[in-house]
């Protein structure tokens, strides 16, 4: 039996499985027998891995050594802060084929360890410097798997706020960023909330060499706010009156907006000529279930403008987006800032 014969496979950061090719097969291993060393140096520089176990199959097609030193994630040894690929020789006589005949490869022949240790997803945190992106790291990096998208990512996760279920890509999205996940949350009104998150199909995820990952049980990551900022849509409107609709409940800087309020105060209205007086708002009444404010206005020419004030905020503390929307009605051309 040869190099050629044989294959060296790391299944695990303590697991090491050699396997006998071309209807060869093992009858007899030792521990002492294996050793390991840094790839490429032909044994001249050797790795301790502590091999306490070299068990051999019932076939006798593989020899599994358990190790007492882990390897890394991609099954490599770290050395002096630096991670190095091994390469596994086999010394003496004491590892025997079929024919009894000694296994015995060269360290000049080594055969290299191949990675098949899958990633291992670590605890999901928020991403630093965030409050709507929850980091999933992995003891190595990762990537998608083939043929899988963004979207189909997302729904590789099954996200919670409480005991309710995120839709993937409508509530959250998911990308790899530097070789872990960061999962973006996008649900309106998730403020300081406790997110459940829970990898529910890893085999969306590889490592560098294809391997699949393992996933945790459910983990929760606290102090989640979203940041996705509520929207404002001229929706109505005539020469004495204005409707804006929200994509969010209103608040007030931190307190919620009660239903038929008068909130004037948090709007202003200018326009460019006063051909038909001082444009003015009478009065502006918030709609809590519907997320409308009515405007009653005076003086409204050809072209005017409402802006909205920076305190109106959703109830994660988004202000209303700043893009501007124009409609016109009653031959008034509204712009909203």
């Known amino acids: 039996m040869t190099a050629a014969d044989l294959k060296v496979e790391a299944t695990g950061k303590n697991t090491i499985v050699v396997t006998a090719l071309n209807d060869y097969y093992f009858t007899a291993a030792d521990v002492n027998a294996f050793k390991v060393e840094r790839d490429g140096t032909d044994g001249t520089n050797l790795y301790n891995l502590g091999i306490v176990a070299a068990q051999l199959s019932a076939d006798g097609k593989t020899i599994t050594l358990t190790t007492s030193v882990p390897l890394t994630a991609d099954a490599k040894y770290t050395d002096s802060g630096a991670d190095y690929a091994v390469d596994l020789f086999?010394?003496?006589?004491?590892?025997?084929?079929q024919n009894g005949t000694p296994v015995t490869i060269a360290n000049t022949a080594s055969i290299d360890v191949q990675d098949k240790i899958k990633a291992t997803q670590q605890t999901p945190v928020l991403k630093t410097a965030t409050t709507d992106v929850i980091v999933v790291p992995f003891d190595e990096a990762v990537a998608k798997a083939t043929g899988i998208t963004d979207?189909?990512?997302?729904?590789?996760?099954?996200?919670k706020v409480g005991t309710t279920t995120l839709t993937p890509v409508v509530d959250y999205t998911?990308?790899?960023?530097t070789g872990k996940v960061e999962l973006t949350i996008i649900k309106n009104g998730v403020n300081n909330a406790d997110v459940t998150v829970k990898l529910v199909k890893p085999e969306y995820l590889v490592d560098a060499n294809g391997n699949g990952v393992n996933a945790l049980d459910v983990k929760t990551v606290s102090g989640v706010i979203e940041k996705v900022s509520p929207t404002a849509t001229v929706t109505s409107g005539s020469a004495t009156g204005l409707v804006l609709?929200?994509?969010?409940?209103?608040?007030?800087?931190?307190?919620?907006?009660?239903?038929?309020?008068?909130?004037?105060?948090?709007?202003?209205?200018?326009?460019?000529v006063a051909t038909n007086g001082t444009l003015t708002i009478v009065s502006a009444t918030y709609n809590a279930t519907?997320?409308?404010?009515?405007?009653?206005?005076?003086?409204?020419?050809?072209?005017?403008?409402?802006?909205?004030?920076?305190?109106?905020?959703?109830?994660?503390g988004n202000v209303v987006s700043t893009s501007t929307d124009v409609a016109t009605f009653g031959g008034t051309t509204w712009t909203l800032n």
């Open 151 to 159: 979207d189909l990512l997302a729904s590789a996760f099954e996200v």
């Open 245 to 272: 609709t929200f994509s969010e409940a209103l608040y007030n800087g931190t307190t919620p907006i009660a239903d038929g309020a008068d909130v004037a105060s948090l709007f202003t209205a200018t326009d460019a």
């Open 290 to 316: 519907n997320k409308t404010v009515t405007f009653v206005i005076s003086g409204a020419d050809a072209t005017d403008t409402i802006t909205v004030a920076g305190t109106v905020k959703d109830a994660a």
């Open 174 to 177: 998911a990308a790899i960023v």
């Open 90 to 97: 086999i010394d003496g006589t004491a590892v025997k084929d």
